[in-house]
């Protein structure tokens, strides 16, 4: 065999094979040396409760003036401050506080009181509480008056209230003179007087005071005497149908009476009624006016005295056709003369009549026209005397001219007197 040949150049490359598989892991290399030391970290905080403290504890000025307490609280995590006033609603104040500083703004007495400052975090909450008191200027409550008490009496004056703080002293004097010696006891705000005279007529003057100032008011008291009657109407009056009656009563007393008329039971005749300072005058007087009336004395427009005259109102009878003692039965009524049906007339009811007209009795008490018929209106029938009246007017009947439609005039009632 021969020499081997020169060696040719190289091939072109060929494609990459496929990856083999993994070797096996190698041994852990030996462990390094030790590092340079790091730099030391801050402190930790740890977690707390609040603390609250306030200042000033006790604070007092005059109304009027600003003020300021402050409430430092200390604690991890940082606490919320809220400043309240104590009281039934515990109510918090929110807008007058500051970092801590509860301010208030021209204070006045409601603002006196104890408030309380709250810290709160995740732990807990803290409180403290200081006192505000506000000094006020007195002021004075009480009724102008005039108080009226009639002579002789005891009274007691209004009460006059006082405000302010501190405690107003209350002294009571008269405008004019002292107050009556011996005759007076006071307590604070009440003064009472006793058997009081005209000299204790005057302005009372209640004044409160304290550091701040004073406050006066006053009260009228005047002293009356009640109404006396000089003269009265009489406590009973008779008068007939149309006529005019005037009752007189006038009165003396301190101030002067003021002189007043009312009726018992219903209003005065309209129309019919005037009055005057000392009288009452009615005219046309009617059957439907009987009754009370009234005169009343005021003084003062509080104190009164009263007197009644009971007013009876009656037609007017008389006997016609005969002679003075024995005759027709006529009755005068709304302005005219009219007779008197027999429809149950009786002894009593003659009776009636003859005492009306100055009579002891009647004797009899003849029916059916005896003395001859009338003319005109029959005014009464049915009529039913007890014996007692004074009048024919006030005996139960039919009605005023109810005879004119179930009797004639052959049925007119007479009555024989004694």
């Not at 609603?89 to 007058?96: G, K, N, P, V």
């Not at 009081?196 to 550091?211: E, F, H, I, M, P």
Request: hydrophobic share 30%.
């Amino acid at each position: 065999m021969g020499s081997p040949g020169k060696r040719g150049k190289q091939g072109s490359i060929g494609p990459m094979g496929l990856k083999g598989e993994t070797g096996n892991k190698g041994q852990k290399g030996e462990r390094g040396g030790t590092g340079m030391p790091g730099t030391k970290g801050e402190p930790g905080q740890s977690i707390s409760f609040p603390t609250v403290v306030v200042s000033p504890a006790t604070l007092t000025v005059n109304e009027g003036r600003s003020v300021s307490f402050q409430c430092s609280a200390s604690s991890n995590p940082e606490p919320t401050i809220v400043w309240s006033k104590v009281n039934d609603q515990s109510e918090i104040i929110q807008t007058a506080v500051s970092e801590g500083r509860l301010q208030l703004r021209q204070v006045t007495g409601n603002d006196s009181g104890l408030y309380q400052c709250t810290a709160t975090n995740i732990l807990g909450k803290d409180q403290a509480t200081v006192q505000l008191e506000i000094n006020v200027r007195p002021s004075v409550t009480l009724s102008p008056g005039p108080i009226y008490a009639i002579e002789g009496s005891d009274v007691t004056l209004p009460v006059c209230h006082v405000t302010g703080h501190p405690r107003p002293v209350v002294t009571w004097r008269k405008s004019f003179g002292q107050l009556p010696h011996g005759r007076d006891k006071f307590n604070s705000s009440v003064i009472k007087l006793f058997n009081v005279r005209k000299s204790d007529s005057d302005n009372y003057l209640c004044t409160a005071k304290n550091l701040l100032g004073n406050a006066v008011k006053r009260t009228q008291l005047a002293i009356v005497s009640l109404p006396q009657f000089t003269v009265k109407p009489s406590p009973t009056v008779f008068v007939v149908v149309d006529d005019t009656l005037t009752l007189n009563c006038s009165a003396t007393g301190d101030p002067l009476p003021i002189i007043s008329w009312k009726r018992q039971g219903a209003k005065l005749p309209v129309g019919r009624s005037h009055m005057t300072s000392q009288a009452l005058t009615l005219r046309n007087m009617t059957i439907e006016d009987v009754g009370n009336y009234i005169c009343v004395a005021t003084s003062a427009g509080v104190f009164y005295a009263d007197t009644t005259s009971n007013v009876e109102v009656k037609t007017g009878v008389r006997l016609v056709n005969g002679g003075a003692a024995y005759c027709r039965v006529e009755i005068y009524y709304s302005g005219q003369w009219g007779t008197v049906c027999d429809d149950h007339w009786d002894i009593n009811d003659a009776n009636v009549v003859c005492r009306e007209l100055g009579f002891s009795r009647a004797t009899s008490a003849p029916p059916r026209a005896k003395y001859g018929q009338g003319s005109g209106r029959i005014w009464m029938d049915d009529v039913n005397c007890h014996g007692g009246e004074k009048s024919l007017s006030q005996c139960s009947h039919r009605g005023w001219g109810s005879g004119d439609g179930g009797c004639s005039h052959s049925e007119d009632a007479s009555a024989e007197c004694a």
